[in-house]
């Protein structure tokens, strides 16, 4: 499985990106999605999670301000972040929750003003 994020950039606070993720190797629709993300010296965390049949999660830190979404018939994964603050800073990444696939290369994000 192959996975290639793109979209990252680098905004003002207050700003907004949209995030794309393409799988390939995996049938996309079956699989559960997540988007990770690491700021510099923390360890990897999850943050937005989207099911097969389209439920969300979002931990608090996001809530509110960004939206997983999915579109089975491109096999991409979308992240739409609006609101974005300094602490967004870091390098996102898609991928599987259960299964773990091999990690993309991720696309940086930095909000500086």
């Known amino acids: 499985v192959q996975l290639v994020e793109s979209g990252g950039g680098f905004v003002q606070p207050g700003g907004s990106l949209r995030l794309a993720c393409v799988a390939s190797g995996t049938i996309f629709s079956s699989d559960d999605w997540g988007w990770y993300r690491q700021a510099p010296g923390k360890q990897r965390e999850m943050f937005a999670t989207i099911m097969t049949y389209g439920r969300t999660n979002y931990a608090d830190s996001v809530k509110g301000r960004f939206t997983i979404s999915r579109d089975n018939a491109k096999n991409m994964l979308f992240l739409q972040m609006d609101s974005l603050q300094p602490e967004d800073t870091a390098v996102y990444y898609c991928?599987?929750?259960?299964?773990?696939?091999?990690w993309g290369q991720g696309t940086q994000v930095t909000v500086s003003s």
């Open positions: 991928n599987n929750p259960l299964k773990l696939y091999s």
